[in-house]
């Protein structure tokens, strides 16, 4: 049965598209009460707080996900969250306790999701077919972009009606829905009988890594969305902030052109959902990113707004399809009692190292310019592309029919 058709698949979609919308709502909540608590340099390293626990903890959370198994994992985690949120919102209501609860309530967050981020990985494999994973991914992009534009709003609404204590609730809300509808998902048996780790925390790990760095396919793949990831992030976050500025596009501008990159990438998580499988998935990756490479080098030239509004479509539709099928060949590769360990490592990279290289590029664009650090960031980004053209392993991948 075609995904999209399957009620096992859509109550998983449904219980993850609650979750993202609760955590959308969350982040709203959690900047506009640090706001409000604090200093501006206060609100910030609030913000900023879960992203330490998240990239230490993130490859034992996918020795967790292995061991417990991927649903039983993103249940506790999402219960958690609940209670944390929904704890923080019962405390503001009560009392103005400042800032440390806010911190508390963000590095609570940042902990739980170094175990929730791997378990969601694994997720997919296990409510349904091979066959059907490219057009899950689409499905599953297709959700980030619609908790992304909605959550918003949404979180604003709870601002404007209660305040933060209002928000917070909304966004526990949200959260506390997945879980029923998670507990509702049948779960298929891995492979052969397949089952977890079984040693210790420190020997499931380098076993999981040793899976990769053999794996003919998983290792070069690993390269390429780390190149990739690298070249992207910086010229698409703060470059763009500092473009805008730049070209005198401001705030609107620099919305309009962020708009343009989320309509491409949901344009290419729609065409994974409607078409399923596209075939030679690791060449056209790797054929994707390099001609999106292309288009980020091209958007720091863009002579007008909306011609970077277009450039910025095609980067979102070029990239959010690449990783879409790279993230369906990795689930597609990976031996299912490693997958939590296997997105653990690629989910380290993409959001845990390389948003690193952020301060990087604004420190660049500040020496030399925006058009020579794009300029070099494409080509970043063009050689996690050129990786799968010339890994015959990679490129010859195929998704399963």
């Known amino acids: 049965m075609q995904a999209h058709r399957d009620p096992n698949v859509r109550r998983w979609l449904t219980a993850y598209t609650c979750s993202m919308l609760g955590d959308s709502v969350y982040y709203l909540a959690l900047s506009w009460a640090a706001v409000r608590a604090g200093t501006p340099a206060q609100a910030g390293l609030v913000m ?57 309530l963000a590095l609570v967050f940042g902990t739980v999701d170094a175990v929730f981020i791997p378990a969601v990985g694994a997720l997919p494999a296990r409510v349904t077919g091979p066959d059907q994973l490219a057009r899950v991914q ?22 404007a009606v209660g305040g933060a204590p209002a928000a917070f609730a909304l966004a526990g809300a949200l959260i506390a829905v997945s879980v029923p509808l998670l507990l509702s998902v049948r779960i298929r048996e891995l492979p052969g009988g397949a089952d977890g780790p079984r040693g210790t925390a420190r020997a499931d790990l380098a076993a999981g890594l040793r899976h990769i760095r053999r794996h003919r396919v998983l290792a070069p793949l690993m390269l390429s969305i780390a190149l ?39 344009a290419a998580s729609l065409l994974l959902t409607v078409r399923g499988r596209l075939p030679r998935a690791g060449l056209l990756s790797g054929v994707a990113l390099l001609a999106g490479s292309f288009a980020v080098g091209a958007l720091a030239f863009a002579p007008t707004l909306w011609v970077a509004v277009g450039t910025a479509l ?28 296997v997105t653990a490592v690629s989910s380290l990279i993409s959001l845990g190292l390389t948003p690193l290289s952020m301060p990087v590029a604004a420190a660049a664009i500040g020496l030399w310019g925006v058009g020579p650090v794009y300029l070099v960031s494409a080509c970043v980004c063009g050689l996690g592309g050129v990786v799968p053209l010339v890994v015959p392993a990679l490129r010859r991948a195929e998704l399963p029919r």
């Open 314 to 341: 095609l980067v979102g539709l070029l990239t959010g399809l690449s990783g879409a099928l790279c993230g369906a060949v990795l689930q597609t590769q990976a031996d299912p009692a490693y997958l939590g360990r």
């Open 138 to 159: 689409g499905m599953r992009g297709l959700a980030i972009r619609f908790a992304s534009v909605v959550g918003a709003p949404l979180g604003g609404l709870g601002v």
């Open 228 to 266: 990739g990831d690298l070249g992207f992030v910086g010229p698409l976050n703060v470059g763009l902030t500092l473009l805008a500025d730049h070209r005198g596009w401001g705030a609107t501008g620099m919305g309009w052109v962020l708009a343009g990159f989320g309509v491409g990438a949901g």
């Open 48 to 104: 900023s707080v879960s992203a330490v626990p998240r990239a230490v903890l993130m490859l034992g959370g996918g020795v967790i996900a292995d061991r417990f198994g991927p649903r039983r994992v993103v249940v506790g985690s999402d219960a958690m969250r609940c209670a944390a949120v929904l704890a923080v919102a019962a405390l503001l209501c009560l009392t103005s306790p400042g800032l440390w609860p806010l911190a508390l």
